[in-house]
């Protein structure tokens, strides 16, 4: 089997770390050979805390995953994400330099170069540079200059930034298990490439990654991505208010939450009883169902309303013709998408990773949204793909991932 079209994407999530290993098909189609996951306590809200915990959660979601697929592999796509991401869009403007004023290939890289020009914070790098459009002499709305005449380029883009040491610590525990970092990228990006039709790109989508310690937003309009932002709230915390209000242990709360969690009252069958473990030689004690939804409900409303303010603040509202869609683990928990359908008062729905084939069963499921992302951005690689490339050409990452090696051979 070719090296040449294998693709790994390796998610380093706040309860689990995810490694998928895919081969692409010739027809584009990423067939999934093998899948690790693996617990992991080592990050808060998306920010690694403990680097050993870390670095055997990943050593073992990816040996894991290449005993599965029968091949050892050296490289992944791995997804960034946290407190410490901002994202912001910004414009740049340069003259075509061809006498004949064909735009070309340079000319784009000078306009994506000039809209990158900003100034950040010393401790801050930029990740993504990611075009949404292009404006030729006042023309907007143009996806691909290339080729076009014109006297003056614009290029509006979405750029997203991280602290210089928190990329550091992720890309140090990704060396550290033994592999290199391909490309690192943002995981509300990657979850949307999962689970987002070209249809909802266009007319206008908000996705909410809901995971366990953070929830990732990302704001999509005319198959450009507008908005990015990740808050600080996931399925952790319903878990732990389960475990306050019924005064039971974490481990009880969560399979409490899997198995009889509800986030809208309304939707509880009436009358219903459950039995709460007994811990410390003490009685089960049975509490209404209820209980359960008086407790997720005002904690996933919470959740989706800093959501829903970030959107508006942004005035990006009225360009969601194609409603929110939730993904991520804490999704699944039921009636999820009822609420948010309330509270945002536009039409929601839980996203289901697709595009695969191969082991399917064992990823569809919305908690492998981004890892999954993950292995479709690889695959523009494999392909030549387009959309993406443009990264790579403003050399943004390259750069990154040079200050990242710097970095190592100045400290190590
Ligand atoms: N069937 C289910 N019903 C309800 N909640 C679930 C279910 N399966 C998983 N979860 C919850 O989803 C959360 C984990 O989701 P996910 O795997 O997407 O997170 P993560 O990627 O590790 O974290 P993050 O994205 O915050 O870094 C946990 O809080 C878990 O309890
Ligand atoms: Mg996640």
């Given at each position: 089997m070719s090296r040449g079209n294998i693709v790994v994407g390796l998610d380093i999530g706040t309860t689990k770390i995810a490694a998928v290993i895919a081969r692409i098909e010739n027809d584009g189609t990423p067939s999934v050979i093998g899948v690790g996951t693996s617990p992991c306590e080592g990050l808060k809200r998306g920010v690694v805390i403990s680097l050993e915990k870390t670095v055997e959660a990943i050593g073992k979601a990816i040996t894991d995953a290449e005993l599965m697929a029968g091949i050892d592999v050296q490289e992944a796509y791995v997804g960034i994400a946290g407190d410490h991401i901002k994202s912001l869009n910004s414009r740049g403007v340069i003259a075509v330099s061809r006498a004949d004023h064909t735009i070309t290939e340079k000319d784009i890289e000078r306009v994506l170069d000039a809209a990158k020009a900003i100034r950040l914070p010393d401790e801050r790098e930029i990740i993504h540079v990611i075009p949404q459009e292009y404006i030729v002499d006042n023309q907007d709305g143009i996806r691909n200059p290339l080729d076009i005449s014109g006297v003056r380029l614009e290029a509006e883009v979405h750029i997203v930034t991280g602290i210089m040491t928190s990329i550091q610590n992720v890309v140090k525990c990704v060396n550290r298990a033994g592999l290199e970092v391909r490309e690192l990228v943002l995981e509300p990006l990657a979850s949307s490439y999962a689970v987002l039709s070209s249809d909802e790109k266009e007319l206008g989508c908000a996705v909410l990654d809901i995971g366990g310690g953070t929830t990732d937003l990302a704001v999509f309009h005319a198959e450009a991505i507008r908005y990015t932002s990740v808050i600080g709230i996931g399925g952790k915390n319903v878990t732990s208010d389960i475990a306050i209000g019924l005064r039971t242990p974490v481990d009880n709360a969560e399979t409490i939450k899997i198995e009889q969690g509800y986030?809208?009252?309304?939707?509880i069958p009436k009358d219903q009883i459950f039995e709460v473990p007994g811990t410390g030689g003490r009685e089960s004690r049975k509490v209404s169902l209820d209980i359960i939804g008086t407790i997720i409900e005002p904690r996933m409303e919470e959740l989706f309303t800093i959501a829903k303010r970030e959107i508006e603040k942004n005035e990006y509202k009225e360009l969601l013709g194609a409603g929110i869609v939730l993904t991520g683990g804490?999704?699944?928990?039921?009636?999820c998408a009822e609420l948010a359908e309330q509270v945002f008062d536009m039409p929601a729905k839980v996203g289901y990773p697709k595009g695969f084939s191969g082991i399917t069963d064992i990823i569809?499921?919305?908690?492998y949204a981004t890892v999954l992302g993950l292995i479709l951005y690889g695959s523009q690689d494999v392909e030549g793909g387009?959309?993406?490339r443009s990264l790579a050409k403003t050399g943004t990452l390259e750069r990154t991932m040079e200050s990242v090696r710097k970095w190592f051979k100045d400290f190590i």
């Open positions: 986030a809208l009252k309304s939707l804490a999704s699944l928990i039921r009636g569809n499921n919305p908690s387009e959309q993406f």
